[in-house]
């Protein structure tokens, strides 16, 4: 792909953004509150049971639980299976490199900063780019956040701590769709 199609995409994808901001911004207040409303109230549920579930479960840290279900939760279910699918990999990802990363050296700066580099690098060269925020996110929970045990405990119960807030956003999103398409009729709403 040349640079000229490049700078063409992201130029498109540019004037798109705005024009769904403007669509947003022209629709009634009412409508605005009740989608508002709507997020708030899965966000709260997901973030909750990803809360709850990781208490349950004896995970070290519980609210990364509830981190990660209110970050995954979006306005539709489709938006929440693709950013949790984006989150499973740049997590799986972040922590492998940050295992590697620390067993080369712990508690070193530079060591975490080209970890976190070569996280996102890597997501990028996969063509999953949109995983590379949270690849590097997790790359620095598991360096730089202080812990008890080894870094490889610590990567995989990161690992299950997000898993268990994506499964509970999943769960919340298709529910509160499925309900909208009942109570509107949204024909969209099951997909």
Known sequence: MSEQRIRE?????????????QLYARLPWSHRLIVGLSMAAQAL?????GYGLGLLLHTQQAFWGALTAIAVTQQTYIDTRKLSRD?????????AVALIGASLAQDNYVVYAITMAVAIVLCWSFNIGSAGKLSATTVTIVMLVPHEGAFWTVALTRLGE??????SALVVTRIAHWLEARLIGDP????
Request: net charge negative; charged share 15%.
């Open 9 to 21: 995409d992201r130029r498109e994808l540019g004037y798109f953004q705005q024009q769904m901001e």
């Open 188 to 191: 969209h709403a099951d997909t």
């Open 45 to 49: 549920v997901a973030g909750s049971m």
């Open 87 to 95: 989150q499973v990999i740049g997590a799986a990802i972040g922590a």
């Open 162 to 167: 997000v898993t268990i807030g994506i499964a």
